[in-house]
DNA sequence: CCATTTGCTACACTTTTAGTAGCAAAGCTA
DNA sequence: TAGCTTTGCTACTAAAAGTGTAGCAAATGG
């Protein structure tokens, strides 16, 4: 993989020339299908096609290119039974976790703005 | 803008076909310096050429695309300060808040692992 | 008036992602 | 052991997104 572009934290990313940890995080969810793919593997192991189906498709090169990223920021790992989520990677979901609710709130909101013709 | 890049709930988005609240959201926050712009704003209204700098330079186009992004989904919005979060832009950073303190605990851990030559 | 600041657009360029094809390795199955 | 399937990719081309610089119109301030 093309060193480069893995976001460290210390090193300069897309966000913050002295890699700063959250704006690194930023950088590495902020790709695309990142938090899709954190999404889907938490308490469910997954293969790489099975992870490909879920995320409707996605390219196996951005998919391949990702799943890299995220196992260097020890934050998936491969084990027997596929792709998993390390321990740190499941904190984050947790963390990330009340999105979900807050966002069908939001979707509500949304669309009632949409409405108002 | 391009109107079809809009995230919207319920049409299909980079993430979900059908549409989810949570994949919108993944799809709207994971564009270039979206989380960073919201960090940003946090009770703190700015102006546009502000946000520039403190996203270290990021290109006008950019910025007034996901400003403009931004305010279509209600997370910010225009005042008399200049670019604010909404009420919700605000719920939302809450959310992203306890990102911050775990990314420096997840940068700790792997300087860690880098350093065992 | 004239100079600044602000919010942006235009344009050319680079990087990232998508989409398709296909192949090598591993695991059946007979 | 030959053939089929599944899995995890790589290669390649095209499209989309982001960058960087220049500069302009509107508002602000003397």
Known sequence: MDLESQPTPGQPVRGSKTGQPIMVIFDLL?????????????????????????????????????????????????TLNGYALTNQGEELFKLLQPLGKWS?????????KSNKT
Chains 1, 2 share one sequence.
């Open 30 to 78: 902020g790709r695309n299908w990142a938090m899709g793919i954190i999404w889907h593997l938490t308490n469910n192991p997954s293969t790489f096609r099975k992870i490909q189906e879920y995320c409707e498709n996605i390219s196996p090169t951005t998919l391949n290119k990702r799943l890299k990223e995220l196992i260097m920021a020890g934050l998936i790992e491969r």
């Open 104 to 112: 069908r709130n939001w979707a509500d909101h949304y669309s009632q």
